[in-house]
């Protein structure tokens, strides 16, 4: 690499300033296409990783998995070093946990994993990643102390769990987005560490469908005239760029008067006070709700159980 950048540097001149933005532009170009090319041949020839999920692969062969959380293209792939395997994001403290377990179990060069980026403040993940590596899971491999929605490993045996932690060893820098900070824990673990086994795949690979039945979208529609706790009329005032509910007892009395910017507080809000008594109400307001905000933001013409339109 080094080589590469002072021929580039030789083939371009310098600025004003004695720097050279165009060889630079071009070296991070060229490792672009070379990092392309090696997750192609790798995805073809190895199949790894062998869950899907939202990340990239950097070079199989390195020891590194990073973890941005919930913070999407944290760092430039083209400027993560060789000793990075994987880079991807993690949502939840379940199925996402899992399936970034069984990927790192699948490539025993991986032996280290950062945590950096957001965190989720509801899902929680790197906490319970955390939590996972500080206590382990109790006999319902719930992990212990985490505080994110549904931390269970259900689909994981006890042993995958145990090889897992014994592989890896966690690096956290949660909540951290500054670039040099994380590039600094990378190069860190520059030595070199033994591979954990020989073996790519994890003994209990779980079918990603195993626990699923297909259910077709459709059914009957329920006249919302039935509801006894009444009914909604909803507007919006694109001046004061809010959306307005009108919330009416059955016999058309007046009950609620609800106004906001955010369809899902609205709707909150309408739930908290229980104005629904079926589940298909409810659908039906969130769905107008984020029909109504969409058009705010949009510019749109909102016209309740009417397709958005383009405002005259």
């Known amino acids: 690499m080094k080589k590469l950048m002072h021929l580039l540097a030789s083939l371009f001149p310098d600025s004003a300033t004695g720097e050279n933005p165009a060889a630079v532009k071009l070296f991070y170009q060229m490792l672009s296409v070379k990092a392309f090319f090696n997750r192609l041949k790798n995805i073809s020839g190895n199949r790894w990783p062998p869950y899907p999920g939202n990340y990239q692969i950097i070079h199989p ?167 006894q706790k009444g009914f909604f009329v909803i507007t919006t005032d694109s001046k004061r760029n809010a959306i307005q509910v009108k919330h009416y007892y059955r016999g058309n009395r007046p009950g609620y008067f609800i106004k906001g910017r955010s369809s899902e507080s609205i709707l909150l809000a309408i739930l908290e006070k229980g104005l629904v008594s079926q589940m298909s109400h409810a659908g039906y307001l969130g769905a107008e709700l984020a029909k109504a905000e969409t058009a705010l933001k949009l510019d749109l013409k909102y016209t309740q159980d009417q397709p958005l339109k383009r405002s005259t």
């Not at 020891?63 to 944290?74: G, R």
């Not at 670039?179 to 860190?188: A, S």
């Open 61 to 227: 062969q390195g020891q590194i998995a990073l973890c941005t959380l919930t913070s999407d293209e944290l760092i430039p792939v083209a400027t993560l070093p060789e000793n990075v395997a994987i880079t991807g994001t993690l949502m939840t403290p379940n199925l996402g946990i899992e399936r970034m377990i069984l990927n790192i179990l699948s490539n025993p060069n991986i032996r280290h994993l950062i945590l950096c980026g957001k965190e989720s403040p509801v899902f929680k993940a790197g906490q319970a990643i955390e939590c996972l590596f500080s206590y382990r899971v109790d006999h319902e491999k719930r992990i212990i102390n985490a505080e994110g929605h549904f931390p269970v490993l259900m689909n994981l045996s006890e042993e995958n769990i145990s090889r897992f932690l014994k592989q890896t060893r966690l690096i956290s820098i949660k909540n951290e987005k500054r670039t040099e900070v994380i590039q600094q824990k990378i190069n860190e673990l520059a030595l070199k560490t033994e591979p954990y086994h020989k073996r790519l795949l994890p003994e209990n690979k779980v079918s990603e469908d195993a626990s699923f039945t297909e259910l077709k979208p459709g059914g009957k529609r329920i006249p919302l005239d039935y509801d």
